[in-house]
């Protein structure tokens, strides 16, 4: 397994910074930096499952482990998806990735959000290194543009 980390200063309250990150409409312009068109089906409760998809119906199947409103979510990334249906025998069903989400309130009213991957070292490492900062750079604009 890799561990990656990314992380943003975003000047605008913890909620604010929430609620775009989990907005379906505001989720769909922050992750353009993983995929034009990507969007997500489901709940971002702890127990629900959620598929992260792109408009090809290619993407990741996950579980919510924990959801802490306004303080942090993490996600078990339990399989893989292929024109809109789970690929058997996907790699993540046995030993799944992990995506967890902290939320901080900075000085000043402001947000320290850090985003821990883990996940397999199989070619995307580069991907998620370059999207990453990408689509937090557009979450913190997002956020910070109606504050």
């Not at 980390?5 to 907005?23: K, L, N, S």
């Not at 993490?74 to 996907?90: F, M």
Request: hydrophobic share 40%.
């Amino acid at each position: 397994m890799k561990d990656l980390q990314f992380g943003t200063d975003i000047d605008a309250p913890v909620a604010r910074v929430w609620d775009c990150m989990f907005d379906p409409i505001a989720y769909r312009d922050w992750t353009r930096a993983f995929a034009e068109g990507s969007y997500y089906e489901g709940v971002w409760a702890a127990g629900r499952r959620l598929r992260f998809l792109d408009p090809q119906g290619f993407g990741m199947e996950a579980i919510v482990d924990e959801c802490m409103l306004h303080e942090r979510l993490s996600l078990r990334l339990v399989g893989e998806i292929r024109d809109g249906k789970p690929v058997a025998g996907s790699r993540l069903h046995r030993e799944p990735a992990h995506e967890r989400y902290i939320f901080d309130a900075a000085p000043g009213g402001g947000t320290q959000l850090v985003v821990h991957l883990q996940s397999w070292d199989d070619g995307f490492t580069d991907f998620l290194n370059d999207s990453w900062p990408k689509a937090l750079r557009r979450l913190k604009a997002l956020a910070e543009s109606t504050h």
